[in-house]
C-alpha cells in the first residue's frame, strides 16, 4: 500500500510504465496559518494505456480531479495517496487540495518571528516531502519541469527555483508567476515566501547570473553580503572551470530560513540555510567562516552533480552527498583564501564519520536504501564524510586529471 513511506519497488514499478513531462504548480498562501490550497496539473505519458497507478498527495483533503477530463473518484483518499486508472498514453492530471503547513520542517514550513509577528515560509522536499506541499509523483528518477505560481500577502517575496515571468498585484494580495524549470526532480523545487529582506548582485563568469541573498527582517542587520557573494563569485567560477560546463539554471539565491532541521538543501536555484549557517549575529572566529564557505560550496557543487544530473533512486544517496562534500573542500582550497581547508575536514568532518562508525548503528557507504525510512536513517557523517573520504582515496588512485576528464564527459 502506497503511502508516505514509498518503498523502492514501488518507485521502480512507477517509473517502469511513467514519464512525465511538466507540471504547473499553483498555490494559494492567502488562507492564514493552518492550510493553503494548491492545485497541479501534470501532463505525462504511460507506456501501457489500460495501467493503473498512484499520485502522491499529502494534504487534508481533496477538493477536485480529473484524468483527462472525467472526475476521478476520491473516495479511496487515504490522506498521502490519489489511485488513478486506465491511463491513456497521454495523459493530464489536475489535482486540487487543501495542504496543511508542516511546523517540523518537513514540506511546506510556516513559522512566525516573534520579534515583528510577521510569518515566513519555505519549503524541504528532500527526501519525500515535496508531496506535503503538492501532489507529484515524488521520486528522483522522474523528472519533468515545472512552472510555479504563488499568491500572497502583497508585501510578501517570494522565491522559487527559476526567476520570476510576473507579478500581478491587486489590493492585498499578489500573484507571483515564475519561468520554467528545466527538467528537475520533485524534491529540489523550491517555494519560499514572506516578508523577506534581501540583496542581489550579479555573477559574470561563463554567464550571466543573478545573485541573491535573503533572510528575515529582523535579521538583515546582522548580514554580511559582500563575504557570501565574495565566495558564491569564487565557486562558480571554480566550478564552472573544473567541470568544464556552465551552471545549468538561470539564477542563484541563497536564502536563510528560520526552524530548518538541516544544514542545507540544494534546490535547483534556490538554496535555503540553516539561519546561523548563512548569517552571524555576532564576531566570529577564522572557523565559522570557513564553515559557511564549505555549506556555500557544498550546496553550489549539487547544482551539477545532484540537480543537473540525478540518482536514480536514493541507494546514491551516499555518493550525491559524498561528492558534494569532496567537491567544497575542493573549491575551498584551490579557489577561495581557505587555502588549509582539508585541515578542517580531516578535524571535523572526518573525525563526525569516525565517530558514527564506531556506534552500534554504522552501516556501509553504501546503504540498502528499501524505501524512504531506510533513506532518512542514513544522513549522516558515514554518507557525507566517510564517503568524501573515499573519493578522495579515488582521485588519489586514478589521478586528478582522469577524474576530472571522466566529471566532464559525465557532465
Known sequence: MPGVNIARSEAKERSKHLSIESYQVKLDLTYGAEKFIAKSVVTFRCKTPGYNTFID??????????????????SNYDGESLFISNLAEQNVLAI????????NGEGLQYSIDTEDGEAYLYSQGETAYIRRMYPCFDQPDLKATFELTAITPAHWQ?????????KDASGAQATWKFLPTPRISTYITALIAGPYSYVSDLCEGEKRVELGIYCRKSLAQYLDPEDIFLITKEGFRYFENVFGLAYPFEKYDQI???DFNWGAMENSGAVTFREDLLVFRSKVTERMYAGRASTILHEMAHM????????????DLWLNESFAEYASYLALVE???FTNGWAGFNAERKNWAYRQDQLSSTHPIVADMVDIEAVNANFDGITYAKGASVLQQLVAHVGRDNFILGLREYF
Not at 158 to 166: A, G, K, Q
Open 57 to 74: 498527495a499529502v494534504g487534508k483533503k481533496i477538493i477536485s480531479a480529473t484524468l483527462n477530463g472525467s472526475a476521478v473518484d476520491i
Open 96 to 103: 486540487e487540495i487543501e495542504g496543511e503547513y508542516s511546523k
Open 158 to 166: 517570494v522565491i522559487s527555483n527559476s526567476p520570476l515571468e510576473s
Open 256 to 258: 536563510a530560513v528560520m
Open 304 to 315: 551539477w552533480f545532484g540537480d543537473m544530473v540525478t540518482m536514480s533512486w536514493w541507494d
Open 335 to 337: 579557489g577561495t583564501r
